[in-house]
DNA sequence: AACAAAGTTGCGGACTGTGCATATTTGCAT
DNA sequence: ATGCAAATATGCACAGTCCGCAACTTTGTT
């Protein structure tokens, strides 16, 4: 769907990922200026200019509004990974793909962060909030069954039937949770992607102690 | 504090437990038996014969409250794992601490379940629940700190410089949570600390391809 | 026994999330 | 261009949640 030209889709459908993403974009904006209690559903629906209803057409929970973007982004790893080639090492394969999720999204290029470190200060206090790890650390599990079917069929193993293409898909994803935990602790000049690459290469060598 | 011996608590704090112990057993039997949309909170507290408002001075939520027994199962990986040996090889130590979590709650042991088979098929429908599932997820991610502070003091790395502790904790939290799920979608009789020493040993290995 | 600290409870209010019906917009066929 | 169907937006009402606050009850200390 995310590969589809956008002069295919009607613009009933225009619209709509207009509108979602406008509603994404807006959470995120408000909870990481003005913190995520200071933000009701009505303030989202506002600023995206749609009614408060529509809002829960589009995301039940202001959380999951918050975190599509980074839904997006996860399941865009599946799909990557898909893409890459067979004869491709898997763990290679992997490191390739899980790049995806640190692409820059197009609102961060439309909307250029003015204060750098103001915008970090307020993502960790977002991402501290309770309800925001539930959601998303969910929306970390959807991406992950995804990746486990794309594990399964590169390796010629069952979904419903072997653990390996879970633990392979959980250990992508708590690479990817441990890296970007671990940037925005430490913040730059650390990089996500080296980060990242260090967790796979940690996993892939049996986690052996330092 | 869950060491401490019952005589050497006052009667204020063995209510306290007595009655978190009741409201999060009552949270978990009726959201089995209804399903989570079937059970408000009047219902839990009126179970535990307390007012609403005092189940919100334990839990700020219905999930929180049933996910709160797997939440003190899964804290206590890291208090095993820190009485461990300090000799002892570290994915051993692992194995060992991680086993804790599928100890019998004393409920279960007081509340024989009649039909294991419902029960079971309850429990599915129970972690399926999106707001579950993000709860249940958070409860693993606190509990994965805990343990990474243990991994880091036994392996002398620092959990605020070193991605290793966070790590080895990801992979143990990953390993009980792709265990337990592959035990409701297999069911007996399959074997929990079977399946969970089978994750905990690909992991050590570095997840080589079947 | 008197008093302080901790915990329970009732109440009110802001907010959430959902079902339902109506209004508006888009797509399709003629 | 027009009429109609399908999809989407919106307003409304309501049950339920969660929290601040104050009054009451229970436990602990002196």
Same mark, same amino acid.
């Given at each position: 769907?995310?590969?589809?030209?956008?002069?295919?889709?009607?613009?009933?459908?225009?619209?709509?990922?207009?509108?979602?993403?406008?509603?994404?974009?807006?959470?995120?904006?408000?909870?990481?200026?003005?913190?995520?209690?200071?933000?009701?559903?009505e303030d989202?629906a506002e600023a995206?200019?749609?009614?408060?209803?529509?809002?829960?057409?589009?995301?039940?929970?202001?959380?999951?509004?918050?975190?599509?973007?980074?839904?997006?982004?996860?399941?865009?790893?599946?799909?990557?990974?898909? !893409?890459? +080639? /067979?004869?491709?090492?898997?763990?290679? #394969?992997? =490191?390739? %793909?899980?790049? *995806?999720?640190?692409? @820059?999204? $197009?609102?961060?290029?439309?909307?250029?962060?003015?204060?750098?470190?103001?915008?970090?200060?307020?993502?960790?206090?977002?991402?501290?909030?309770?309800?925001?790890?539930?959601?998303?650390?969910?929306?970390?599990?959807?991406?992950?069954?995804?990746?486990?079917?794309?594990?399964?069929?590169?390796?010629?193993?069952?979904?419903?039937?072997?653990?390996?293409?879970?633990?392979?898909?959980?250990?992508?994803?708590?690479?990817?949770?441990?890296?970007?935990?671990?940037?925005?602790?430490? !913040?730059? +000049? /650390?990089?996500?992607?080296?980060?990242? #690459?260090? =967790?796979? %290469?940690?996993? *892939?060598?049996?986690? @052996?102690? $330092?």
């Amino acid at each position: 769907m995310s590969t589809e030209d956008g002069a295919r889709l009607g613009l009933r459908e225009r619209k709509k990922r207009e509108t979602r993403a406008m509603l994404s974009w807006a959470a995120v904006r408000l909870t990481v200026e003005r913190g995520f209690d200071r933000v009701r559903v009505e303030d989202i629906a506002e600023a995206a200019g749609v009614s408060p209803r529509t809002f829960n057409n589009y995301f039940s929970s202001k959380a999951e509004a918050i975190v599509a973007r980074h839904l997006d982004r996860t399941l865009r790893v599946a799909e990557m990974l898909r !893409g890459r +080639p /067979a004869s491709e090492p898997l763990w290679e #394969s992997i =490191a390739h %793909a899980a790049r *995806a999720q640190f692409e @820059p999204p $197009p609102e961060a290029v439309a909307h250029p962060v003015t204060d750098r470190r103001q915008w970090i200060a307020g993502v960790q206090l977002m991402v501290a909030e309770p309800a925001m790890q539930g959601e998303f650390l969910r929306a970390g599990a959807l991406a992950e069954a995804e990746i486990a079917a794309a594990v399964a069929e590169r390796t010629g193993t069952d979904v419903n039937r072997d653990l390996y293409p879970h633990l392979v898909a959980a250990a992508v994803t708590a690479a990817g949770n441990v890296a970007m935990q671990h940037w925005l602790r430490i !913040g730059p +000049p /650390a990089e996500m992607e080296q980060l990242l #690459s260090e =967790a796979l %290469a940690q996993f *892939a060598a049996g986690l @052996p102690t $330092p």
